[in-house]
């Protein structure tokens, strides 16, 4: 029996192979190897593919989070509105700044963070929200942006898993102040190790950045402010920058798989599929089902040689690492969505065959279990 992998990198990587061998080596033999003309190139070309002004590379995601947070002169005494559903990283980067992380409760047929609910949240100590565009899809920045800009907060994009994606046919990782994105291996645009950015339309706050990132100094040896060591590598901001002409290609692929799954999936009771919000557009970082029979769903198809996995088991206010934080004792969407969710495979290189065979053996799981 053929197995099929829950991600493979092998229709990406090895077409560009050569490509990205010989990017190495220009690196390699520049003898340029820290804030060099790789990073400088990658901050250019990924600013304007993300219809930005600017654009800084740091070492990680969190870190660009953290960067976008600390620019904004948050820091203890601050709240900041956060997704009840995310991966622990948008949290951490928040109380990383001894600021609080105050959780919203997403809209439960996307798993994006619902806007009618800031209001509530929001108090005289908010500063700012951050919008984390689940699994791929874009939030909906337009009543997020005329919400934050009515009570006077800063909006910070968590775009990590949607690079790409649009809203009304702008940009994610463009509507707010400043933008935190990720370039895990993993994802849409994946370096070959940890990497990072910021993308910001405002030249004052990326110049912060750029001093955060780099020990607080513009020039070596003289440090304007208490800074960190978090620099996108020239190696990786060389490997990115031969990636970056294909994202719109591989996006295009994702979509295409979601489609297939869409057609062969949609009349299976009790199988949610993921609905994309109108306005919004879905680059498929992840293609997340969600079922009451999560668990056995996962065993059944474990068992016929289909690796899936499961984006995010435990919420981030059920994590042992934040016992400590006075948070709402409940926040049941967060809950059932970690309790039902299941993430199936989706890649580029894929094809409908594999589409289909995976489709067949979740159908074969409801025509053989009592439900």
Known sequence: MSSIPFLSFEAQHQPLREAILAAIVRVYDSGQFVLGEEVAGFEREYARFNGTEEC??????LDALYFALLALDIGPGDE???PSNTYIATWLAVTKTGATPVPVEPDPATSNLNPDLLPAAITSRTQAIVPVHLYGQA???PEIMGIARHYGVAVIEDNAQAQGAT??????GSFGELNGTSFYP??????????GAITTNNLELAHKIRLLRNYGS???????????????????????R????????????????????????ADIPTLHLPAVQPGATHVYHLYVIHTP?????QHYLAGQGIATMIHYPVPPHRQLAYQGLTLPQSLPIAEQLAATCLSLPLWPGMTQIQIEKIANAIRAFYSQTAI
């Open 218 to 240: 513009k020039q070596k040896y003289y440090n304007n402010v208490l800074g960190h060591n978090s620099r996108l590598d020239e190696l990786q901001a060389a490997v990115l």
């Open 139 to 141: 939030c909906r920045m």
């Open 167 to 172: 809203f009304a046919g702008q940009p994610t």
């Open 80 to 82: 900041v509105i956060v």
């Open 293 to 297: 029979h999560r668990n056995a769903l």
């Open 242 to 265: 031969i990636k970056l002409p294909f994202l719109t290609t591989w996006t295009a692929q994702r979509q295409q798989l979601a489609i297939w799954y869409n057609s062969y999936l």
């Open 56 to 61: 800084v590379g740091v070492g990680n995601g």
């Open 186 to 195: 993993g994802k849409n645009l994946g370096a070959l190790g940890d990497a």
